[in-house]
């Protein structure tokens, strides 16, 4: 496929793909409701795919309860690390072919898309490693009594995949799922369903029975509603907006299944005045750029100490401005938005903003690919000092758009960096390791970052508090998801 990017990015060349769902081993037929998946580089149709009813829900869950029930929680567990590891080599073998219909799919760009395999990949192969060790315990009873624990998987459990990471998404909730005896119907977002299918079709090919792994897609509204409320299912991993959160956990209380909630953030980047001031730019700048600000953890606020911001925020204007853009497959340093609705959206955010008052250093502009005049792109914008009640201080934008806080000292930068609804990340720059981790214990967030933005992998555990949501993927704590304890005594 690398041999006719350009055709690709002209929209004269095509790629094959499923347009039906991954269930039982196999895709479907494509169904009578058909989807556009659109290029975003292009803004064109690229692909077309089934939008999934109420009936093709139960059948992927009945395939999946059936085959959990027979099978998959009867697979020794050294064999599902096989299998697990098996994955993780096929998507490598396939990196190249699943980064270009990423990139299509999603928009960002291709060196992203192929990070995001490789951590696909690295997903299962973590996982792959943990499926042999899951252990209970054993509990001190007294002479006449044998107390111990067994760790069981759950069941089914359905996954809900966002459109900004579509295949690491997909990875890192399924893998853990599966790792543990776990059976999984996942549903991707509307505008990318394509890498999950695909890793359907890869565990498949990796050995997986029929039935353990499906995949369905279609509308959240349609497809997804009927996945979430049925009774079947005993878990539910969903990744998306706080309203769309909410409605996923009143719907899963019905069965009373449980869910673990990624809900996004409005994450805060404190760079202090004694910190590294050209590794600060690096990470603020990757921050908020990397994926065009489509990422839930993104550094959305700037919070730079008095002393340093007139240098600084000269520079970081400066390199921003610099910041190539472009369709995904020609690999420009920032790509489009995914979707024209979501384009409007953060468009929307800073019209709001100048209409208040505010200050736009850099950006705050859509355009266009400069080569095709076509796409959905909005410039990286920088906007000057806001107060912690303005709405792009509180709301999570999900764009290129960077927020400015200025703060007189450390107390301050605290004080501003957990005055936000949000509590998924944060970064802190400086060259102080005591002021360093006071910070990593005052600020209200599931993960911290410490002169390196984004540092960490699958193996440290990921999630938010307050309207970030609750639970955690990644790492072995991602486990205590699918598994449920039961507890045996026995007198001797």
Request: glycine letters at 12%; one cysteine or more; a negative charge.
């Amino acid at each position: 496929m690398l041999d006719k990017l350009d055709d690709l990015i002209t929209g004269t060349a095509s790629v094959d793909l499923p347009d039906g769902h991954f269930i039982n081993g196999g895709y479907t037929k494509a169904g009578k409701d058909m989807i556009e998946s659109f290029d975003a580089g292009r803004g064109a149709v690229f692909a077309r795919f089934t939008n999934g009813t109420s009936s093709d829900v139960d059948q992927a869950v009945a395939n999946a309860r059936t085959t959990f029930q027979n099978i998959w929680r009867k697979t020794a567990p050294v064999e599902r690390g096989r299998i697990l590891s098996k994955t993780a080599a096929l998507i490598l073998e396939n990196l190249e072919r699943l980064a270009i219909i990423e990139t299509l799919d999603c928009g960002k760009p291709l060196s992203e898309a192929r990070g995001d395999v490789r951590g696909a990949a690295r997903c299962f192969e973590y996982y792959a490693g943990v499926c042999d060790k899951l252990q209970g315990q054993t509990f001190p009873l007294g002479h006449d009594y044998l107390g111990y624990s067994i760790s069981e998987p759950i069941g089914v459990t359905a996954h809900i995949i966002p459109w900004n990471f579509p295949i690491s998404t997909a990875a890192r909730g399924i893998a853990p799922a599966l790792a543990a005896g776990c059976c999984v119907v996942a549903k991707p977002a509307e505008t990318t369903p394509f890498s999950a299918l695909l890793l359907g079709e890869i565990l498949h090919q990796a050995g997986l029975p029929s039935g353990v792994c499906n995949v369905i897609t279609g509308t959240g509204l349609q497809t997804g509603a009927a996945l979430v409320a049925h009774p079947d299912i005993g878990q539910v991993t969903f990744t998306g907006s706080v309203a769309t959160g909410r409605n996923v956990m009143k719907s899963a209380a019905d069965n009373i299944t449980r869910v673990v909630l990624e809900l996004g953030g409005k994450s805060p980047v404190v760079v202090l005045g004694d910190c590294d001031q050209d590794a600060a730019l690096n990470g603020v700048l990757g921050a908020i750029f990397e994926n065009a600000g489509q990422i839930c953890s993104a550094g959305s606020r700037l919070i730079i100490a008095r002393e340093i911001h007139d240098e600084f925020i000269d520079r970081l204007v400066k390199r921003a401005a610099e910041i190539s853009v472009g369709h995904g497959l020609s690999d420009p340093q920032m790509g489009p938005l995914n979707s024209q609705q979501h384009l409007q959206k953060v468009a929307g955010f800073v019209d709001r903003a100048k209409t208040r008052g505010a200050e736009v250093l850099t950006g705050g502009n859509i355009t266009q690919d400069p080569k095709t005049g076509q796409g959905w792109f909005y410039e990286p914008t920088i906007i000057a000092n806001r107060p912690s009640d303005d709405e792009l201080v509180q709301e999570e934008i999900f764009g290129p758009v960077l927020t400015v806080q200025i703060a007189d000292d450390v107390d301050h930068a605290l004080t501003l960096a957990n005055d936000c609804q949000f509590g998924l990340v944060a970064g802190v720059y400086t060259s102080n390791a005591t002021t360093a981790h006071r910070l990593a214990r005052d600020i209200d967030a599931g993960q911290i970052y410490i002169n390196e933005y984004f540092a960490g992998g699958i193996e440290v555990p990921f999630g938010g508090n307050k309207k970030s949501g609750f639970g955690r993927e990644k790492g072995l704590e991602a486990l205590q998801s699918y598994c449920k304890t039961k507890s045996v005594v026995a007198k001797i």
